[in-house]
């Protein structure tokens, strides 16, 4: 088994664990983007550059849609 495959197996055991645990979408991309991180910083070295490229735009969506939703609370807040 290569890294690639651990790494995989550990982002889809990482989904499901945060599927089954978590009732709002808010949090569900919090953990998911938490999760994305954790395998980019830990797993850095190892990752073939595909996969890295591919790891590192999972990443910066998940931001986005982070940002909407950091955005969309502080509306709601000062609403």
Known sequence: MDVDDVIILTLTI????????VKT????????LIG????????GY?????????LNSAIYFMLFVFLIIVVKKIIEVLS
């Not at 990482?14 to 645990?21: G, R």
């Not at 190892?46 to 591919?54: D, S, V």
């Open 46 to 54: 190892f990752i073939n550059p595909e996969t890295k490229r591919g």
């Open 25 to 32: 979408v808010d949090v569900y991309v919090t953990l998911l």
């Open 14 to 21: 990482w989904v499901l664990v945060c599927n089954v645990m």
């Open 36 to 43: 994305l991180l954790v395998v980019a910083e830990v797993g």
